[in-house]
């Protein structure tokens, strides 16, 4: 079987897959949001925290949550790490520096996972499952929870209530989160993941000699880091590593599961809105630019010129040879479109085109399908920006699901939309014109420069993943992108909120022939061009200086 017709059937595979889990998932989860009722377990946790999970909630304080529970989380995991040397099952490390402490709390809180350290010289078993495996769950949980109130927000009326955040924090958790982890690290250790809390071991090597290995509960973190978008690895060489992704068949479960939830929950958007066909046009723009994305990849990757790519069959530099070219890039795509970050692959590798596309993906905002929840209030305030582009061409207030686009609303998803470039442009810009961040490229030239806006990119978008080749672990590095993660959170957060809020106390206009029909391909399409005009009037001259420029030159 040739690797061009081995990476189309995994595509297809995987498009199979996730069209069977998507009516079922996306269903579930409408109901755990909208169910009145509460398990025993999550009493429990409502009582231990001191929360009222039927008092519903106006935006200003669903936002306090949201904030008071992600700034106990970065001071709890901050320290974890700088009290690691004195804690149990710490495997001899050290505890972590301030600087890195810092931005390694930040980046796990933020669903970002970006490491600058190699996780199995570095983290001992508490740290990694006790901190950073929590914080996926949490993490995860939270975006889904901001998605879900501005579903509400277009779904009620004359009403600033949100729900409780609380609730939908432990819910989804507790409801979807752990039993699909569950399901999924037992599929995991099937496979040949590692878990276990074996300490520092030596192990034997082919050419003689031996090497320091650990273990650890990797197929339980592995799971929850692809699940919830995360993307942390528990080892430096992440999802490329044997002890986390095996082989082919892992290596496509992951990618199921890296895109599961940010596609099914269209589905919940569309059964808590009362009309799913808002959800299938909504899927299909997501569908489009994750499909076309993943095309120009393994084209980019398989047919890169030169004899050493001719006789390997495509671009297989710094690519694991159990998953080839296809499985490889179908990774790098769903992990760049959505914000998990994980990688199987050296992206640093990819052709100049290849590590464009992944660079684009993240900048487009990681809506396609994005992240555990994160993709879908970017789709929505994506959508909000096409509905009044329309209005402007004909003339008309612009209306969504009933409910009316003025000013407010248009300034917070303008606002949405900006903070993100903001924070990638200007801090890639610092970085250039000083002189220590630059000692920290490998590379130069345009790759180097691409590096540097690759790190600014998967910070403020929270991916987390590296281009490799930037030695990131320097005291600039840790501190600025550990800001740039917390901005590129949660002020996006505040404008989503407070557009919900606006949303959920208007009173719904009925439909006129003049409305335009936000539930058709017709939009859809509207939708994917806004996307596509907006991200490349921002992002144009930067990629032209970076991956464009690298692969018009090769």
């Known amino acids: 079987m040739s690797p061009v017709l081995a990476g189309v059937l995994q595509l297809l595979a995987l498009v199979v897959a996730l069209a069977l889990a998507y009516r079922p998932l996306g269903d579930h989860m409408a109901r755990v949001y909208s169910s009145p009722n509460h398990l025993r377990a999550e009493k429990w946790i409502y009582r231990a925290v001191g929360a009222n999970p039927t008092a519903q909630m106006r935006w200003p304080a669903y936002l306090r949550g949201v904030l008071a529970l992600s700034a106990v989380s970065v001071l709890f995991l901050y320290l974890l790490q700088r009290l690691q040397g004195s804690l149990p099952g710490s495997l001899g490390f050290s505890s972590i520096d301030p600087d890195q402490a810092f931005n390694t709390a930040a980046s796990f809180v933020t669903n970002t ?15 990694q499952t006790g901190g950073l495996a929590v914080q996926n769950f949490l993490s995860a949980a939270v975006g889904m929870a901001v998605a879900v109130a501005l579903v509400r927000g277009f779904a009620r009326s004359r009403t600033g209530e949100l729900g409780n955040f609380w609730a939908d924090l432990v819910r989804g958790t507790v409801r979807i989160l752990l039993p699909m982890a569950v399901l999924g690290a037992i599929v995991l250790v099937a496979c040949g993941a590692v878990q276990n809390f074996a300490g520092i071991h030596p192990v034997g090597q082919f050419t003689g000699g031996t090497q320091q290995w650990n273990g650890g509960a990797v197929a339980s973190q592995e799971v929850i880091k692809e699940l919830g978008t995360n993307g942390g690895g528990y080892f430096n060489a992440n999802s490329a590593h044997p002890f986390e992704n095996p082989n082919p068949f892992s290596n496509l479960f992951q990618i199921f599961l890296i895109l599961v939830i940010p596609f099914s929950l269209t589905r919940t958007f569309g059964r808590m809105a009362g009309n799913l066909r808002q959800g299938y046009a909504i899927l299909a723009a997501m569908a489009v630019i994750w499909l076309g994305f993943t095309t120009l990849m393994m084209w980019t990757e398989f047919h890169h010129g030169g004899p050493a790519f001719d006789l390997a069959g495509g671009a297989m530099e710094g690519k694991e040879t159990r998953f080839g070219i296809g499985g490889s890039a179908v990774f790098a795509v769903a992990t760049t479109l959505t914000s998990t970050g994980a990688v199987n692959s050296f992206l640093s590798s990819y052709t100049g085109f290849g590590g464009g596309i992944a660079l684009l993906g993240m900048q487009l905002g990681e809506i396609a399908p994005g992240g555990a929840g994160s993709g879908l209030y970017g789709m929505l305030i994506m959508a909000v920006v096409a509905v009044f582009i329309a209005g402007l061409m004909v003339g008309r207030t612009p209306e969504y699901l009933g409910k009316k686009l003025g000013v407010r609303e248009i300034k917070l998803a303008a606002c949405y939309i900006l ?24 590379n130069s030239g345009a790759h180097g420069f691409s590096e540097i806006l690759y790190a600014y990119t998967s910070g403020a978008n ?72 907006i991200t490349g009037l921002t992002y144009f001259p930067a990629l032209a200086l970076g991956p464009l420029a690298e692969g018009l030159a090769s």
């Open 113 to 127: 996972n970006w490491q600058s350290y190699a996780g199995e010289q570095a983290m001992g078993h508490v740290v």
């Open 419 to 442: 903070v993100t470039p903001a924070l990638v442009l200007s801090f890639t810009a610092a970085a250039m014109a000083l002189d220590t961040p630059a000692h920290s490229m490998t």
């Open 462 to 533: 929270n991916n987390g993943s590296a281009f490799a080749g930037l030695g990131a672990d320097t005291q600039w590095f840790n501190t600025t992108l550990g800001i740039v993660m917390l901005l590129g959170r949660f002020l996006p957060m505040v404008f989503v909120l407070a557009l919900a809020g606006s949303l959920a106390g208007q009173r719904p206009v009925p439909g006129t022939a003049g409305t335009l029909r936000t539930d058709k391909p017709l939009f859809s399409g509207l939708l994917v061009g806004t996307i596509v005009i």
